[in-house]
């Protein structure tokens, strides 16, 4: 592959379990992997014309009730391009909280703004984590299939992670609120 794009191999690895339309693999992108991974319309297809273009996936134009239906199937050179990707030992695990950047860059406004943006964040996460922890019950009530596996344990990391942001958004929360007291200039909260 010339140029290896992550979105690529988020694309071959939804192809790996069943061919899908652009749109679907959108809604997949949205769904359960949105937790860890982003992906737009405006990247998708792209990728899905440079992946048709160098034989690792295949376009096959059905008609459904009709209306026309392009959907994607992952080829031979397209499986081996995401064996080699997964038995890479390098992996880019970058963390980029925009909640983090403002919390950062804080000091050049009142404390409150901090505050109100660890509370968003905060809010948002208890939303997620509802959500994850409904997929990882639904998963571990069908482990038989390896594939559930390897979703549920995805998820768990997620689970696991977001219960420490949760803890995090509480720790700072007092921090920030307890600025300037004895106990928050020793370390003590």
């Known amino acids: 592959m010339a140029r290896e794009r992550k979105i690529d191999m988020v694309i071959l690895g939804l192809l790996s379990h069943e061919d899908l339309t652009g749109y679907d693999i959108k809604k997949r992108i949205d769904g359960a992997i949105s937790f860890f991974w982003k992906g737009s319309f405006g990247n998708i297809y792209p990728a899905l014309k440079d992946m048709e273009n160098q034989k690792l ?61 660890i509370e968003v964040f905060e809010a948002e996460i208890r939303r997620e984590l509802k959500i994850l922890k409904t997929y990882g019950e639904n998963l571990k009530q069908r482990l038989e299939v390896e594939d559930h596996l390897y979703y549920y344990l995805a998820v768990s990391f997620g689970i696991d992670t977001y219960e420490a942001y949760l803890k995090w958004c509480a720790k700072a929360k007092r921090t920030l609120k307890g600025y300037g007291s004895k106990s928050a200039e020793q370390g003590i909260l």
């Open 57 to 117: 996936i295949e376009k096959h134009d059905t008609s459904v009730g009709g209306r026309e239906r392009i959907t994607y199937h992952i080829t031979g050179d397209g499986k081996a391009a995401l064996t080699k990707w997964l038995k890479d030992e390098h992996a880019g695990n970058e963390l980029r909280y925009e909640t983090l950047l403002k919390l950062f860059f804080g000091g050049a406004e009142k404390k409150e703004v901090t505050l109100h943006n």
